[in-house]
């Protein structure tokens, strides 16, 4: 299996107390393989004070799925039109703000109307910039809720 095996432990006895100077594992190990395949570190083009490490490459990045690459390698774009703010958007160009009309109200038409399911956390920030905007203006009902309808 191993030709002189004699000689390679007579020579790792020898270098047992250099090898075991070295905290590293990894720097140990490198120099026990450099024994065993029966290279002198002197010859291998290294000084004898330098020790070859273990090298740390970058991790390569893999490849992102074909299905959100073209074929010409760019990444696709989400379409527009499909989120909570296009819907707000798109029930706004409807004239759904004629009547005066609630959170919840909004919620429930775009539901059942539109079946989409949006969170009123998703549209109460487009709201608030529409009101700002004059887009739409905002009044407390009796129930002490924001209606909005447009101006």
């Known amino acids: 299996m191993l030709k ?29 393989e450099l024994v065993l ?23 390569k990045r893999k490849p992102a799925s074909s299905s959100t690459n073209t074929a010409d390698g760019k990444k696709k774009r989400a379409s527009g039109g499909t989120g909570a703010i296009a819907t707000l958007v798109k029930v706004y160009g409807e004239g759904f703000f004629s009547k005066p009309r609630t959170i919840s109200d909004i919620l429930a038409h775009c539901e059942t109307n539109l079946a989409r399911r949006i969170k009123a956390n998703e549209i109460s920030g487009k709201l608030g910039r529409m009101v700002r905007t004059g887009e739409l203006k905002r009044t407390k009902n009796t129930d002490n809720q924001y209606e909005y309808t447009r101006p």
Do not use: C, H, W, Y
């Open 37 to 59: 395949q029966g290279k002198n570190v002197e010859s291998g083009g290294e000084s004898s004070n330098e020790v070859a490490t273990p090298k740390k490459g970058k991790k």
């Open 4 to 32: 002189d095996f004699e000689a390679i432990k007579a020579q790792l006895a020898e270098l047992a107390d250099v090898i075991n100077k070295f905290k590293s594992e990894a720097v140990q190990l490198r120099i026990v």
